[in-house]
């Protein structure tokens, strides 16, 4: 039975976040596994407890690693006048940080279905959309997804001059425009947008 527009719009929000939170599981784990061997090799105490305090931490929006290992590798540098343990911490940090941004568009993109720089893009436009608020960075690539399903299920194909074409939301960048000659596989589960319209009754 065809879905109503709204019902469609909330099924794939609700598949978009969790193929979201899936990413978020993968990079969370890539950074959890860097720091486990990063503090272990570094020779720190309790070195479980603090990768999984660190990742925890990294998980809150806006906050990240920087917020607990830059502190810190100045607290051993400068306090704890310790140079080896404050300079191999913050060389740690660098070096998880870069994999982390190597690595956190191609797992979004592969968890959500969109290329890295779309990713990228939606985040970025997220981010200042929302007054430079961290939650951006999360709402923008959300939105953007469920938008560009909801519009890949509702024009499956553009036909022009005869010849099938597929538009920007289609293929997404870089991509060829030509259409593929079989349906999408979503085809079949139309959008009834009829039960978001109201009747109007005749004069």
Not at 39 to 66: R, Y
Not at 73 to 95: M, N, S
Not at 161 to 166: E, H, L, P
């Amino acid at each position: 039975m065809p879905r109503s527009f709204s019902e469609h719009v909330a099924r794939e929000g609700a598949l978009t976040l969790r193929d979201w939170l899936k990413s978020q599981v993968i990079l969370s784990t890539i950074t959890l596994v860097g720091l486990l061997i990063g503090l272990k090799l570094i020779g720190i105490g309790h070195w479980i407890l603090a990768a999984l305090a660190i990742t925890v931490v990294d998980l809150l929006p806006v906050l990240g690693l920087s917020v607990t290992m830059i502190p810190w590798a100045f607290y051993e540098l400068v306090f704890a006048k310790d140079t080896r343990t404050g300079l191999l911490i913050f060389l740690l940090f660098v070096i998880i940080m870069v994999l982390k941004q190597v690595l956190d568009p191609f797992v979004r993109s592969a968890s959500l279905g969109i290329s890295p720089w779309e990713e990228i893009v939606a985040s970025v436009a997220g981010f200042v959309l929302t007054g430079m608020n961290g939650i951006g960075l999360i709402l923008g690539p959300v939105v953007y997804i469920v938008g560009k399903k909801v519009y890949r299920t509702s024009h499956p194909v553009n036909e022009v001059n005869g010849r099938g074409s597929r538009g920007y939301f289609d293929r997404g960048f870089g991509q060829s425009g030509q259409a593929s000659s079989a349906p999408p596989a979503d085809y079949a589960d139309a959008i009834d947008i009829t039960n978001d319209v109201e009747e109007v009754p005749d004069e």
